[in-house]
Protein backbone atom coordinates (compact mmCIF):
# COMPACT_ATOMS: atom_id res chain seq x y z
CA UNK A 1 0.00 0.00 0.00
CA UNK A 2 1.51 3.49 -1.23
CA UNK A 3 1.76 5.81 1.90
CA UNK A 4 -0.50 8.32 0.18
CA UNK A 5 -3.17 6.06 0.55
CA UNK A 6 -2.50 5.00 4.08
CA UNK A 7 -1.89 8.80 4.97
CA UNK A 8 -5.65 9.31 3.99
CA UNK A 9 -6.87 6.04 5.68
CA UNK A 10 -5.12 7.49 8.56
CA UNK A 11 -6.24 10.92 8.19
CA UNK A 12 -9.71 9.94 8.44
CA UNK A 13 -9.43 7.68 11.04
CA UNK A 14 -8.19 10.12 13.71
CA UNK A 15 -10.47 12.78 12.33
CA UNK A 16 -13.36 10.79 13.25
CA UNK A 17 -12.12 9.88 17.02
CA UNK A 18 -11.32 14.18 17.90
CA UNK A 19 -13.74 15.88 15.84
CA UNK A 20 -16.63 15.10 18.88
CA UNK A 21 -14.11 17.14 20.76
CA UNK A 22 -12.69 19.77 19.34
CA UNK A 23 -12.06 21.39 15.46
CA UNK A 24 -10.03 19.05 13.03
CA UNK A 25 -8.26 20.11 9.77
CA UNK A 26 -6.63 17.20 7.78
CA UNK A 27 -3.96 17.88 4.87
CA UNK A 28 -4.10 21.28 6.51
CA UNK A 29 -1.70 23.97 4.18
CA UNK A 30 1.34 25.47 5.84
CA UNK A 31 2.90 28.39 4.19
CA UNK A 32 5.84 29.02 2.07
CA UNK A 33 5.48 26.15 0.12
CA UNK A 34 3.02 23.34 -0.70
CA UNK A 35 3.12 21.73 3.00
CA UNK A 36 0.01 19.66 4.21
CA UNK A 37 -0.30 18.70 7.85
CA UNK A 38 -1.66 15.09 8.18
CA UNK A 39 -3.80 15.95 11.15
CA UNK A 40 -4.24 19.65 13.05
CA UNK A 41 -6.23 19.33 16.08
CA UNK A 42 -7.97 22.32 18.30
CA UNK A 43 -9.57 21.41 21.38
CA UNK A 44 -12.95 23.14 22.32
CA UNK A 45 -12.96 25.20 24.88
CA UNK A 46 -15.48 23.14 26.68
CA UNK A 47 -13.43 20.57 28.50
CA UNK A 48 -15.00 17.33 27.50
CA UNK A 49 -14.57 14.45 30.30
CA UNK A 50 -15.47 11.65 27.36
CA UNK A 51 -12.04 12.74 25.77
CA UNK A 52 -10.55 10.43 28.48
CA UNK A 53 -12.14 7.29 26.93
CA UNK A 54 -9.90 7.87 24.15
CA UNK A 55 -7.27 6.70 26.53
CA UNK A 56 -3.87 8.08 25.09
CA UNK A 57 -5.17 9.46 22.39
CA UNK A 58 -7.86 11.50 24.20
CA UNK A 59 -4.58 12.75 26.24
CA UNK A 60 -2.39 13.93 23.44
CA UNK A 61 -5.50 16.04 22.48
CA UNK A 62 -5.51 17.31 25.40
CA UNK A 63 -4.39 20.63 23.86
CA UNK A 64 -3.50 21.53 20.55
CA UNK A 65 -1.42 19.98 18.17
CA UNK A 66 -0.32 18.27 15.56
CA UNK A 67 0.01 14.49 14.11
CA UNK A 68 1.48 12.95 11.47
CA UNK A 69 1.42 9.19 10.73
CA UNK A 70 3.90 7.06 9.18
CA UNK A 71 2.79 3.36 7.78
CA UNK A 72 6.77 2.82 8.34
CA UNK A 73 9.59 3.97 10.71
CA UNK A 74 10.35 7.55 9.51
CA UNK A 75 14.20 8.45 8.61
CA UNK A 76 15.58 11.29 10.64
CA UNK A 77 15.09 13.57 7.18
CA UNK A 78 11.21 12.44 7.46
CA UNK A 79 10.94 14.10 11.21
CA UNK A 80 12.84 17.09 10.24
CA UNK A 81 10.74 17.22 7.51
CA UNK A 82 7.65 17.45 10.36
CA UNK A 83 9.37 19.84 12.58
CA UNK A 84 9.09 22.20 9.46
CA UNK A 85 5.77 22.11 8.96
CA UNK A 86 5.91 22.25 12.83
CA UNK A 87 7.48 25.71 13.03
CA UNK A 88 6.11 27.19 10.17
CA UNK A 89 2.89 26.59 11.35
CA UNK A 90 3.93 28.16 14.85
CA UNK A 91 5.65 31.28 12.74
CA UNK A 92 1.98 31.46 11.36
CA UNK A 93 0.16 31.68 14.33
CA UNK A 94 2.92 34.14 15.84
CA UNK A 95 1.80 36.59 12.91
CA UNK A 96 -1.82 35.98 13.35
CA UNK A 97 -1.31 37.02 17.17
CA UNK A 98 0.97 40.14 16.29
CA UNK A 99 -1.99 41.43 13.69
CA UNK A 100 -4.89 41.09 16.20
CA UNK A 101 -2.33 42.58 18.77
CA UNK A 102 -2.55 39.59 20.95
CA UNK A 103 -0.21 37.82 23.32
CA UNK A 104 0.71 34.01 22.23
CA UNK A 105 2.64 32.28 25.08
CA UNK A 106 5.04 29.66 24.21
CA UNK A 107 2.92 27.05 26.31
CA UNK A 108 -0.14 27.64 23.89
CA UNK A 109 2.10 26.76 20.45
CA UNK A 110 1.19 23.45 19.25
CA UNK A 111 2.97 20.30 19.93
CA UNK A 112 4.00 17.91 17.11
CA UNK A 113 3.23 14.29 17.11
CA UNK A 114 4.87 11.63 15.45
CA UNK A 115 2.88 8.45 15.28
CA UNK A 116 5.29 5.22 13.90
CA UNK A 117 4.61 1.33 13.89
CA UNK A 118 7.98 1.15 15.73
CA UNK A 119 11.31 3.61 16.47
CA UNK A 120 14.76 2.16 16.68
CA UNK A 121 17.34 3.41 19.72
CA UNK A 122 19.19 4.56 17.31
CA UNK A 123 17.33 7.17 16.33
CA UNK A 124 15.32 7.68 19.39
CA UNK A 125 19.34 8.48 21.05
CA UNK A 126 20.53 10.61 18.22
CA UNK A 127 16.92 12.91 18.35
CA UNK A 128 17.82 13.61 21.92
CA UNK A 129 14.18 11.99 22.74
CA UNK A 130 13.43 10.68 26.41
CA UNK A 131 10.59 8.90 28.25
CA UNK A 132 8.35 10.56 31.01
CA UNK A 133 6.99 9.32 33.85
CA UNK A 134 3.84 10.65 33.61
CA UNK A 135 3.22 9.50 30.16
CA UNK A 136 3.02 5.26 28.44
CA UNK A 137 6.05 3.87 27.80
CA UNK A 138 6.56 3.81 24.32
CA UNK A 139 6.04 7.59 24.41
CA UNK A 140 9.14 9.75 23.73
CA UNK A 141 9.57 14.00 24.19
CA UNK A 142 12.51 15.80 22.48
CA UNK A 143 14.21 18.90 24.90
CA UNK A 144 11.01 20.83 25.75
CA UNK A 145 12.16 23.40 23.78
CA UNK A 146 11.65 21.67 20.25
CA UNK A 147 8.20 20.82 20.93
CA UNK A 148 8.13 17.41 19.00
CA UNK A 149 6.62 14.12 20.77
CA UNK A 150 7.04 10.98 18.80
CA UNK A 151 5.04 7.19 19.56
CA UNK A 152 6.78 4.13 18.74
CA UNK A 153 2.69 2.24 18.32
CA UNK A 154 4.72 -1.60 18.64
CA UNK A 155 6.47 -0.16 22.29
CA UNK A 156 2.66 0.66 23.80
CA UNK A 157 1.08 -1.23 26.57
CA UNK A 158 -1.77 -3.49 25.32
CA UNK A 159 -4.40 -1.65 27.59
CA UNK A 160 -7.19 -0.03 26.65
CA UNK A 161 -6.00 3.05 27.23
CA UNK A 162 -3.78 2.65 24.01
CA UNK A 163 -5.86 0.88 21.37
CA UNK A 164 -6.79 3.58 19.59
CA UNK A 165 -3.46 4.10 18.40
CA UNK A 166 -2.07 0.48 18.09
CA UNK A 167 -4.50 0.42 15.27
CA UNK A 168 -2.30 2.25 13.55
CA UNK A 169 0.32 -0.08 13.82
CA UNK A 170 1.77 -2.92 12.10
CA UNK A 171 1.66 -6.78 12.15
CA UNK A 172 0.79 -8.17 15.38
CA UNK A 173 0.31 -4.89 17.24
CA UNK A 174 -2.64 -3.76 14.37
CA UNK A 175 -4.04 -7.54 14.28
CA UNK A 176 -4.52 -7.36 18.29
CA UNK A 177 -5.94 -4.10 18.12
CA UNK A 178 -8.43 -4.77 15.53
CA UNK A 179 -9.81 -7.69 17.24
CA UNK A 180 -9.90 -5.68 20.79
CA UNK A 181 -12.22 -3.46 18.44
CA UNK A 182 -13.96 -5.76 16.71
CA UNK A 183 -15.21 -6.88 20.77
CA UNK A 184 -16.42 -3.90 21.90
CA UNK A 185 -20.06 -3.00 22.14
CA UNK A 186 -21.23 -0.35 20.11
CA UNK A 187 -22.30 1.75 22.75
CA UNK A 188 -19.09 3.82 22.57
CA UNK A 189 -20.51 6.27 19.69
CA UNK A 190 -17.22 6.52 17.77
CA UNK A 191 -17.30 2.37 17.13
CA UNK A 192 -19.12 2.20 14.24
CA UNK A 193 -17.80 4.43 12.25
CA UNK A 194 -14.54 3.13 13.12
CA UNK A 195 -15.94 -0.27 12.20
CA UNK A 196 -16.66 1.48 8.98
CA UNK A 197 -13.28 3.24 8.04
CA UNK A 198 -11.18 0.16 8.75
CA UNK A 199 -13.89 -1.71 6.40
CA UNK A 200 -13.49 0.66 3.84
CA UNK A 201 -9.76 0.71 4.42
CA UNK A 202 -10.11 -3.32 3.60
CA UNK A 203 -12.24 -3.03 0.50
CA UNK A 204 -10.15 0.19 -0.96
CA UNK A 205 -6.92 -2.32 -0.71
CA UNK A 206 -9.02 -5.34 -2.20
CA UNK A 207 -9.99 -2.95 -5.15
CA UNK A 208 -7.04 -0.68 -5.99
CA UNK A 209 -4.11 -2.99 -5.09
CA UNK A 210 -3.08 -6.50 -6.28
CA UNK A 211 -2.15 -7.76 -3.02
CA UNK A 212 0.90 -8.40 -4.14
CA UNK A 213 3.63 -8.15 -1.31
CA UNK A 214 3.31 -9.67 1.98
CA UNK A 215 2.78 -6.14 3.67
CA UNK A 216 -0.26 -6.29 1.76
CA UNK A 217 -2.01 -9.32 2.32
CA UNK A 218 -1.03 -9.08 5.99
CA UNK A 219 -2.96 -5.71 6.23
CA UNK A 220 -5.66 -7.12 4.30
CA UNK A 221 -5.96 -10.05 6.95
CA UNK A 222 -5.56 -7.27 10.11
CA UNK A 223 -8.52 -5.40 8.93
CA UNK A 224 -10.60 -8.28 8.18
CA UNK A 225 -12.72 -9.20 11.36
CA UNK A 226 -13.63 -5.83 11.81
CA UNK A 227 -14.91 -5.69 8.01
CA UNK A 228 -16.85 -9.01 8.65
CA UNK A 229 -18.32 -6.88 11.74
CA UNK A 230 -19.21 -4.11 10.26
CA UNK A 231 -20.94 -6.00 7.76
CA UNK A 232 -22.59 -7.98 9.96
CA UNK A 233 -23.94 -4.97 12.07
CA UNK A 234 -24.93 -3.24 8.28
CA UNK A 235 -27.06 -6.09 6.89
CA UNK A 236 -28.52 -6.72 10.81
CA UNK A 237 -29.60 -2.68 11.27
CA UNK A 238 -31.32 -3.03 7.33
CA UNK A 239 -32.64 -6.12 8.19
CA UNK A 240 -34.80 -4.51 11.61
CA UNK A 241 -35.70 -1.20 9.38
CA UNK A 242 -37.06 -3.97 6.93
CA UNK A 243 -39.22 -5.78 9.78
CA UNK A 244 -39.75 -2.55 11.22
CA UNK A 245 -41.82 -1.04 8.36
CA UNK A 246 -43.45 -3.96 6.99
CA UNK A 247 -45.23 -4.24 10.71
CA UNK A 248 -45.95 -0.31 10.50
CA UNK A 249 -47.72 -1.09 7.04
CA UNK A 250 -49.54 -3.97 8.14
CA UNK A 251 -51.03 -2.83 11.40
CA UNK A 252 -50.82 1.14 10.97
CA UNK A 253 -48.82 1.07 14.12
CA UNK A 254 -45.34 0.42 15.74
CA UNK A 255 -46.15 0.16 19.56
CA UNK A 256 -44.12 -1.29 22.16
CA UNK A 257 -45.77 -4.95 22.33
CA UNK A 258 -44.49 -5.16 18.45
CA UNK A 259 -41.34 -3.33 18.85
CA UNK A 260 -40.58 -5.55 21.42
CA UNK A 261 -40.94 -8.70 19.29
CA UNK A 262 -38.62 -7.37 17.08
CA UNK A 263 -35.27 -8.68 18.71
CA UNK A 264 -36.13 -12.05 18.72
CA UNK A 265 -37.34 -12.46 15.10
CA UNK A 266 -34.36 -11.25 14.04
CA UNK A 267 -32.61 -14.04 15.29
CA UNK A 268 -34.63 -16.45 12.38
CA UNK A 269 -33.65 -17.45 8.96
CA UNK A 270 -34.11 -14.20 6.96
CA UNK A 271 -36.28 -16.56 4.33
CA UNK A 272 -38.21 -17.78 7.24
CA UNK A 273 -38.86 -14.42 8.66
CA UNK A 274 -39.92 -13.18 5.61
CA UNK A 275 -42.62 -15.68 5.27
CA UNK A 276 -44.20 -15.26 8.93
CA UNK A 277 -44.05 -11.30 8.74
CA UNK A 278 -46.09 -11.81 5.43
CA UNK A 279 -48.76 -14.41 7.28
CA UNK A 280 -49.10 -13.90 11.03
CA UNK A 281 -51.69 -11.81 12.86
CA UNK A 282 -50.39 -9.23 15.08
CA UNK A 283 -51.69 -11.72 18.06
CA UNK A 284 -49.86 -14.08 16.63
CA UNK A 285 -46.35 -12.45 16.16
CA UNK A 286 -47.06 -10.88 19.72
CA UNK A 287 -48.35 -15.22 21.27
CA UNK A 288 -44.71 -16.06 18.86
CA UNK A 289 -42.26 -13.58 19.93
CA UNK A 290 -43.57 -11.82 22.68
CA UNK A 291 -44.77 -13.66 25.38
CA UNK A 292 -46.47 -12.05 28.15
CA UNK A 293 -47.10 -8.43 26.50
CA UNK A 294 -50.01 -6.65 26.72
CA UNK A 295 -51.33 -8.03 23.61
Request: glycine share 4%; hydrophobic share 40%.
Amino acid sequence: MTRLHHDQLAKEYIASLLKPWGQVETSKHVASEVRQIDVYFEPSSERDNRRAELGLLGKIASRTCLIEVFRNAPSLVQIRSCKLKLYENHGELIRKARRDKQNLAEEDLPLLWILSPTLSQTIIAKLGAQQHDDWSEGVYFQPAGEKVALVAINQLPETYQTLWLRILGRGRTQKKAIEEVVKLEDSLPWVPNILEILANWRLNLQIRQNLDSSEQKELFMNLSPAYFRWREDTLQEGRQDMVENLLAVRFGVLDAPLKSAIPPMLKLPPSELSALLLTLSREEILTRFNEGSQK
